[in-house]
Nanobody, 120 residues
């Protein structure tokens, strides 16, 4: 069993940067790939980025490529999402998840989500 806790969300202005953190607890937490998703009301959860358990492999959605960076610190069992040049359309609840790679269905464990609001 893996428990995930996100933090770092908040209200920022367009153009600002924000870093989200996700701490993973559990015996297998450090050996699973992890990802960041976001969701707006009435829409499906969208995969933004994933990172392998070693951190050597990453992938990004086209919508955030070049602006967002996923990374992980294995010593802290923590995954980060560095978000730069934020836009109002980045406003969403952001979730971290573990155990998958390409689609939401693949991910076995989810955090509770953290709200990011970008004002124009």
């Amino acid at each position: 069993q893996v428990h995930l806790e996100e933090s770092g969300g908040g209200l920022v202005q367009a153009g600002d940067s924000l870093t989200l953190s996700c701490v993973a607890y559990g015996d297998s937490a450090s050996s699973l790939p992890m990802g960041w998703f976001r969701q707006v009301p009435g829409k499906e959860r969208v995969l933004l980025a994933t990172i392998s358990w070693s951190g050597s492999m990453t992938q990004y959605a086209d919508s955030v490529k070049g602006r967002f960076t996923i990374s992980r610190d294995p010593d802290k069992n923590t995954v980060y999402l560095q978000m730069n040049s934020l836009k109002p359309e980045d406003t969403a609840v952001y979730y971290c998840a573990s155990g998958g790679w390409y689609t939401a269905d693949e991910f076995r464990y989810w955090g509770q989500g953290t709200q990011v609001t970008v004002s124009s």
